[in-house]
């Protein structure tokens, strides 16, 4: 049973670029939410998605925007980076009935220069 | 959300017990105590959640006072693999379907800094 997947492991980009980030939730899962990490701190809720739609948003610009797919599968999209986008972006999935227990995957580590 | 309060950090030996408190003087009556664990460049990982009393499972135990405005995770005899941060969260329980209908706020989890906890040899 494949766990929560992140693509890509990397990436380097400039700032004013834009950025998509991919998540395939855990088999069974039709929450996913995203995290964004900085560096010594904990992760910082940016929004959560359930039947393809925008649940619930953290304290993020609009910049930062997100999908969800049929498939359950996930994109966050940053538009306009700046060099404070810098950090490990999370995504995490959870049932319905167990909301608290979410499960992370790997992250993504972005850096902007 | 209650406010948690937690050590930055503890340091321990390996085969010691380990116990993190977390304070959470303003919890609510529908609030429950979750903690998870991060190891350096991975996603955080679910440890335990629980209510009241005491909670075990095949990692820690739980153990929350009567009046709830404390917990402590408690890792027994611990290894070098259990250094790693460790997050108290306090949140209400609610199934997300009901809040959802409702158009009520979602299920986010809300870290602060964690314990750092550190196991030598």
């Known amino acids: 049973d494949a766990g929560v997947t992140q693509s890509p492991t990397h990436l380097i980009k400039t700032r004013g670029q834009q950025v998509t980030l991919r998540c395939s939730p855990k088999?069974?899962?039709?929450?996913v939410s995203w995290y964004q990490q900085a560096l010594g701190q904990g992760p910082q809720f940016i929004f959560q998605?359930?039947?393809?739609?925008?649940?619930q948003r953290g304290n993020f610009p609009d910049r930062f925007s997100g999908h969800q797919f049929p498939n359950y599968s996930s994109e966050l999209n940053v538009n306009a980076l700046l060099l404070g986008d810098s950090a490990l972006y999370l995504c995490?999935?959870?049932?319905?009935?167990?909301?608290?227990?979410?499960?992370f995957g790997p992250g993504t580590r972005l850096t902007v220069t | 959300l209650a406010k948690t309060t937690q050590p930055i950090s503890m340091d321990s030996y390996e085969g010691q017990e380990v116990n993190i408190t977390c304070s959470h003087n303003?919890?609510?009556?529908?609030?429950?105590i979750t903690w998870y664990q991060q190891f350096p460049s991975q996603g955080p990982r679910f440890i335990i959640q629980g209510y009241k009393t005491k909670v075990t499972n095949e990692v820690a135990s739980l153990f929350i006072p009567a009046d709830r405005k404390s917990s402590t995770l408690s890792l027994p005899r611990v290894s070098l693999s259990d250094t790693a941060v460790y997050y108290c969260l306090v949140a209400p329980w609610r199934l997300q379907a009901q809040l959802w209908s409702r158009n009520q706020a979602g299920t986010a989890l809300i870290f602060g800094k964690g314990t750092t906890l550190s196991v030598s040899s």
């Open positions: 303003n919890i609510a009556t529908n609030d429950y």
């Open positions: 995490a999935s959870s049932l319905p009935r167990q909301p608290y227990e979410q499960y």
């Open positions: 088999s069974g899962h039709d929450t």
């Open positions: 998605y359930y039947e393809e739609e925008e649940r």
